[in-house]
């Protein structure tokens, strides 16, 4: 044997064992067989292979047992890493440790068992879920008119805050026994879409209350007496919450809040002497607060007194307070970018509330910053997704419909191939987002917390619906921009920096949070390695550090070998679900799921804490493991609705961009890794090949815009659960009708283009053709009618609004 040939089958066992994660006696059976062989290969002298085996024997003794590689090694490590270690802040913990670790999990430790994805249950909606939206939110959608709410009302009518109050749509998700809807994620999820894509004041006034506010928070820290008194209350619509928690000093950082709680006695309703705290705020860009008549509070609160115990800072606290209380002052209104749902400031001088007004009691003040961080992981994944999604569905089947009546050159814009580029974004965005609105609420239906999912698809949704609406606006050209009842996206494209900014801004959310709250969570061994440091217990600290170090450096050499040979091999070894059309996807996918977890490593070792401030390289990750969920959703969405053929051009559109994403977002992070080495041998890991993936092509890009252009079961699975109001009395039904009336119209067309002696009729908009084929009796009537169908309906559709000189804004003489 030459030496050369040994030390290939040598990398290639080690390659092996790293690669399968093999234990430590793994190792030493390699290793033993390794020596043999070079010793009886003749490639080792005796005093080469007596000391070859002396080293190994020693290496695999302290390796191998437990408490020799303690005290030689991993002791000594510890007292490294506990000098090093980023300290981690009360509200950071409590942010780190809310919520749950699901799907992401997997992703994030490089190795994704697919089966597991595909196995979670198929979200469905309950027959009761299915008959409130086909009902009360039909009818709700129906009542709503967007355009009088956001232009003459500002608010809604009282009718539409009737009918939301008197319908439960404020008590979702309070259970049946409160006098809720018992409504689960999905159904909740669904009924916020539909309202989105109908009329946003609506559509938020449902949500606040649904989301992170008085409900949720009761319905998990409550007092018995609480819930009882207030969750029949809410559900009935008799009280209307908002929550509190930004003020003008603190807002990204809402931990930093000024607004104070100072435990003392005081007089309340009659009583004196009642333990309590007087509290003082100053809160704005509160949603409804300017009609709550409940409003939810967090502040800090302070025992000087000591009236409760030793401690004086208790912390952040949460509190009910009937806005009727002395001393709250609920103030004006803000004005949203012309959004009609309620928005104001509030503040409060000197209030004295009970102590049993703090949600949960006595027991819970001081945890109200764990409390709300437990709590947004439902809320987070839930309604800014679904409006995003409702904006998306809404853009897709509008665009799409626009663009095939709307023409110019004498063809309808949407077989234009810019246009068809931007229909493929909007097809395959809207894919993507809906996909993951559904994995999460199917998620959260499962009893998970899934904090960091909720952050990715804040995050995702709210920028997908962005430049969806973005290309949408694009593609309806001045019918998009001049506003008006007869214009169904411009209101949508105003509100669009409202979700950007609320429940986490996103440049936060996407440079802190998502890796920031991911590496840690979602990590196999970062959080135990981190706890064990911390433990008071030092000796259960070391013990549980010792087995948390071996299996990471177990897990980061497998990533290593997994890095390369997935890199060479596009995936090709792993085990891909079955599906020949998909295959390639899964094994893609795993290929980044390892550079992700390699990446991770490099990036947590080589800067350690600083990793929290380098917030582009940690957004870059972000991307990455976003970018994983994502496709996930969108593999389990396909595999779940029975791989339909018909949607395959949407699936890849989405992936191929996806996947495009993930490579820029890891080549950013390796572009930008301190130092040279290092970052040029993790390249020689990740890209081997060089960074071989494309965008999506323009064949699959017209693919997809051909679905949005033409009536069909794929676009109407794309747009699924939004308001599509029938007949031709509202726009966007009209849209729907010309839609239609033009596709036949073109067949009819075809038919005198095919006839020579007919072919000279078939030139100009439907107007011309109807007028003379109706003059040379070229056609049938009915198809006449046809024609003179789509001319109408065409010059309708693309019709925009005109207003007097002043808008109706001056007083007229009668006032
Ligand atoms: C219409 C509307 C409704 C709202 N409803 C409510 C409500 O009902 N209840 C409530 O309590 N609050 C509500 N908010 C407040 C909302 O949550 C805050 O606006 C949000 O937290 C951001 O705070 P800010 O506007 O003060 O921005 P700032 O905190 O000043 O942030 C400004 C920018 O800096 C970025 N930034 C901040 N820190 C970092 C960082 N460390 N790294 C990177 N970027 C960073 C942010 O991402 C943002 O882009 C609402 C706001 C609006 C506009």
Redesign the pocket.
Known sequence: MSWILALLILAAGATALAYLRSPGWGWVAGGIAAGLALQFGGLLGPVAATLGWLVFIALAVVLNVTVLRRKLLSNPILAIYRRIAPSISQTEREALEAGTVWWEGELFAGNPDWNRLLAFPAPALSAEEQAFLAGPVEELCALVDDWRITHELHDLPPEAWSYIRENGFLGMIIPKHYGGLGFSALGHSEVVMKLSSRCNAAA?TVM?PNSL?PAELLLHYGTDEQKDHYLPRLARGEEIP???????E?????GAMPDLGIVCRGSFEGRDDVLGMRVNWD???????PVATLLGL?FQVRDPEHLLGDKEDLGITLALIPTDTPGVSIGRR?F??N?A?Q?GPNWGKDVFIPIEQVIGGRERIGQGWRMLMESLAAGRSISLPAQSVAAAKLSARTTGAYARVRTQFNVAIGRFEGVEEALARIGGSTYLMDAARVMTAGAVDLGEKPSVPSAIVKYHLTEGMRTVINDAMDVHGGKGICLGPNNYLGRAYQLV??A?????????????IIFGQGAIRCHPYVLTEINAANDADRERGARAFDLALWGHVRFFAANVTRALVLGITGGLPVKAPAGRETKRYYEQLTRFSTALALLSDAAMLVLGGELKRR?KLSARLGDVLSELYLCSAALKRFEDQGRLAEDLPLLEFALYGAFFKIQVALNGVLANFPGKVIPRLLRLLVFPKGLTLTAPSDHMGHEVARILIAPGAARDRLTTGIYVPAGEEDVVGKLEVALTTVVAAEAIRDQLRADPQKRALASGGWATIAAAARVHAALPERELETLELAARLTREVIAVDDFPQDFGMRPTAEG
């Open positions: 938020v606040v506010g908002c929550f509190a928690l930004t003020g003008p603190a807002g990204s950082d809402a809160k704005r860009y509160i949603t409804l607060g967090a803000h949203p970018l959004a749902f928005n920096p409202i950007i900014t609320v429940e986490g801004a996103n440049i936060l959310t996407r440079c802190l917030e």
